[in-house]
C-alpha cells in the first residue's frame, strides 16, 4: 500500500506560478513511477508528468517547456513546478504512483488548481 498526499494548489492569476508536492507513505526511490494527473469538470483525467525510479521524464505537450517534475530527496516528495499558467490549466490535480511488482496503481486526493483572473 502507499499512501500519497499532495498539496500546493490554489489560485494563481495567468502567467503566474504554483508548486504541487506529492508525499509518499514509502521511499520514492522505491515506486516505480510516479506523476501527476489531472482532470478538468466534464474531461477525463490526463497524464501531465511522470518521473520514473530511473529519473525519466515524461510530459503532455501542452505543458512542455512550462511544467517540471521532480524528486526531493530530502523531503520524499515528488514535485511539480507549473509556470506560465494558463487558464486552460485549471484542473483537479492528483498524484499517481505505480508501485511493486505488479505496478499497482494509487492515487491521492487531489488538489485544485484555478487559473484565473
Known amino acids: 500500500q502507499v499512501q500519497l498526499v499532495e498539496s500546493g494548489g490554489g489560485l494563481v492569476q495567468p502567467g503566474g506560478s504554483l508548486r504541487l508536492s506529492c508525499a509518499a507513505s514509502v521511499s520514492i526511490f522505491s515506486i516505480n513511477a510516479m506523476g501527476w494527473y489531472r482532470q478538468a469538470p466534464g474531461k477525463q483525467r490526463d497524464m501531465v508528468a511522470i518521473?520514473?525510479?530511473?529519473?525519466?521524464?515524461n510530459y503532455a505537450e501542452s505543458v512542455k517547456g512550462r511544467f517540471t517534475i521532480s524528486r526531493d530527496n530530502a523531503k520524499n516528495t515528488v514535485d511539480l513546478q507549473m509556470n506560465s499558467l494558463k487558464p486552460e490549466d485549471t484542473a483537479v490535480y492528483y498524484c499517481?504512483?505505480?508501485?511493486?511488482?505488479?505496478?499497482?496503481?494509487?492515487w491521492g486526493q487531489g488538489t485544485q488548481v484555478t487559473v484565473s483572473s
Open positions: 518521473i520514473t525510479s530511473g529519473g525519466t521524464t
Open positions: 499517481n504512483a505505480r508501485y511493486g511488482t505488479g505496478w499497482s496503481t494509487y
